[in-house]
């Protein structure tokens, strides 16, 4: 079973030294939890895929220190310096032009790849420690609701990695927003995230276009990952709601949990209601999200409804997940 370790000097650099000899580490960052290996070792990215049965089809990202560790891996520009000096340290992510030090499995073969500079203290000092960009999808079994503790790793991959970095809860708790930037003149949404559509246009201007989501079932190379349709899935079914009505839902049990964006104002509330957020807070939301679906998949509920967000802002990535989070339901 993997050891948990706080994240202490002592602790940092020994990890380090396990990921330079290509071994795996979960890592903490703002985001969600990621599985981290040598992002320049073939072998070392491996067996991420191995851990986590992800298909080939489906690349990683290599987080950096820092902005100047572009020019190592990918050709760089004025775009992403701009989107650089905005929001990195942070959940951004920028596709670009890879150079050949980048092996094939990071990029599922293509000539691009996504990076991006993350902010979790824990992280960024192992990064600084290995002084090599780190691969790190996130830390659980492919497709399965991500993780945002140390423990969802430990309850997913625990048999299958040595070493989990603690770094507490994730302060965002959904995956990082995807650019494609490969044509800078036309910049491409590939995944909602942390940043917001309108905040990359209050840098780019209006030309950022929105890139289609991947077929459920796809054997073709992925510009970035998170582009499935059916990805981020507890096992329970879940159904989606534009707005969540109790007394709307005929004759439902207590097996058939609801989840609200906000708490409901009612007295004596029902222990299969939940709420993402008290006051409807969409960053306490999202930070809230994968928790509490981890939360409910492992009780005995045989149908999870939950209310959608306001499609703006970070509402725009919360039900960008659900909405694959439900698609898997509805097709299995």
């Known amino acids: 079973m993997a050891t948990v370790v706080e994240p202490t000097n002592e602790n940092i650099r020994s990890l380090a030294e396990v990921l330079r000899d290509g071994g795996l580490v ?3 960052t703002e985001t969600v939890y990621g599985l ?3 992002g320049l070792d073939a072998d070392a990215c491996r067996r991420i895929f191995e851990a986590k049965d992800r298909p080939a089809y489906d690349p990683l990202i290599l987080h950096l220190l820092e902005p100047g560790w572009i020019d190592r891996i990918a050709v760089g520009g004025e775009a992403v310096a701009r989107l650089a000096e905005r929001f990195w340290p942070g959940p951004l ?3 670009l032009t ?3 030090i980048v092996p094939d499995i990071v990029t599922a073969g293509l000539d691009s790849v996504a990076v991006r500079v993350p902010s979790h203290p824990a992280m960024r000092s192992l990064l600084a420690a290995c002084d090599v960009p780190l691969a790190a999808p996130s830390a659980n079994p492919f497709g399965y609701v991500s993780p945002t503790r ?5 309850d997913g991959l625990g048999d299958r990695i040595d070493y989990v970095l603690d770094g507490g809860s994730c302060q965002i708790g959904v995956e990082s927003t995807i650019v494609d930037l490969r044509d800078p003149e036309r910049p491409v949404l590939l995944r909602p995230g942390g940043v917001t559509p309108s905040q990359i246009r209050g840098v780019l201007g209006d030309r950022l276009a929105v890139g289609e989501t991947a077929s459920e079932v796809t054997e073709a190379a992925q510009a970035a990952p998170g582009q499935l349709s059916r990805h981020y899935s507890p096992k329970v079914r879940v159904e989606l709601h534009h707005r969540l009505e109790p007394a709307a839902l ?3 049990d207590t097996d058939e949990a609801l989840v609200f964006l906000s708490r409901p104002g009612s007295p004596d509330l029902p222990s299969h209601w ?3 957020s008290e006051s409807g807070d969409l960053e306490e939301a999202a930070a809230r999200l ?3 679906l981890r939360e409910l998949d492992a009780g005995s509920f045989r149908t999870v409804h939950v209310e959608l967000a306001p499609e703006e802002g970070l509402g725009l990535a919360l039900n960008d997940r659900l909405r694959r989070a439900a698609q898997r339901s509805q097709s299995s």
């Open 26 to 28: 979960a890592v903490p």
């Open 274 to 276: 939940h709420w993402l």
């Open 290 to 292: 994968f928790a509490l």
């Open 250 to 252: 005929p004759d439902r």
């Open 36 to 38: 981290a290996a040598n």
């Open 150 to 154: 140390a423990e969802h790793v430990v």
């Open 93 to 95: 992510t920028v596709v």
């Open 98 to 100: 890879k150079k050949p």
